[in-house]
């Protein structure tokens, strides 16, 4: 199974938003609604930002959201701050009953 | 909350077998609804799923490691475990167990990680 691809990093200025792509295949983010994203700092444990391709866990800010159009995922993160200066993984189910993840975006706010 | 803590040598040989344990609190792996993950991410890289096992011991792995993986759960300690065989320095990773909620297949929660490295 080969890894999701997502863009190596991705910026933006407080208070705008940001994108960050997840593109797989048919066997994977194309198949199923069980795309799942996290926000990972280094050094700590990687945490549950959205599941199931648009649902938000509780506690996690509302400036989060994601979508899925055909092959394709996206994690929107509106009114970009500070404290999401972090790496975000997508993950996506697969037809065989495994997972994969995408390499990872490093976003940066300037 | 359910928390997780992954334990183990320090240091693996090349060659050895790399064997950790995930110690689960404040949640039972015996319950359904769950599997218990294995991920690990390399230094400068992304995510990389190893396998999972259910409660009742069965197992699904990375086909890219399925030779080398073995997962197993203690239900009487509450723990799960990994062995991977034959490892080389590409192995030197950080080492992160996790729950998959079963019915949305999305890792709720995680360990802190535990590096792992493969050297002489």
């Known amino acids: 199974q080969s890894a999701l691809t997502q863009p190596a990093s991705v910026s933006g200025s407080p208070g705008q938003p940001i994108t960050i792509s997840c593109t797989g295949t048919?066997?994977?983010?194309?198949?199923?609604?069980?795309v799942s994203w996290y926000q990972h700092h280094p050094g700590k444990a990687p945490k549950l930002v959205i599941f199931?391709?648009?649902q938000r866990p509780s506690g996690v800010s509302d400036r989060f959201s994601g979508s899925k159009s055909g092959n394709t995922a996206s994690l929107t993160i509106s009114g970009l701050q500070a404290e999401d200066e972090a790496d975000y993984y997508c993950?996506?189910?697969?037809?065989?009953?495994?997972?994969?993840f995408g390499g990872g975006t490093k976003v940066t706010v300037l | 909350q359910v928390q997780l803590q992954e334990s183990g040598p320090g240091l693996v040989r090349p060659s050895q077998t790399l064997s950790l344990t995930c110690t689960v609190t404040?949640?039972?792996?015996?319950?359904?609804?769950?599997?218990w993950s294995w991920i690990r991410q390399p230094a400068g890289k992304g995510l990389e799923w190893l396998g999972r096992?259910?409660?009742?011991?069965?197992?699904n792995y990375n086909p890219s490691l399925k030779s080398r993986v073995t997962m197993s759960v203690d239900t009487s300690k509450n723990q799960f475990s990994l062995r991977l065989n034959y490892v080389t320095a590409a192995d030197t990773a950080v080492y992160y167990c996790?729950?998959?909620?079963?019915?949305?297949?999305?890792?709720?929660?995680w360990g802190q990680g535990t590096l792992v490295p493969v050297s002489s």
């Open positions: 048919s066997s994977d983010v194309g198949g199923f609604n069980f």
């Open positions: 096992i259910y409660t009742t011991g069965r197992t």
């Open positions: 993950s996506s189910h697969t037809s065989s009953s495994t997972w994969v």
């Open positions: 404040g949640g039972s792996v015996s319950i359904g609804g769950y599997y």
């Open positions: 996790a729950r998959v909620v079963l019915s949305e297949a999305y890792f709720d929660s």
């Open positions: 199931g391709v648009t």
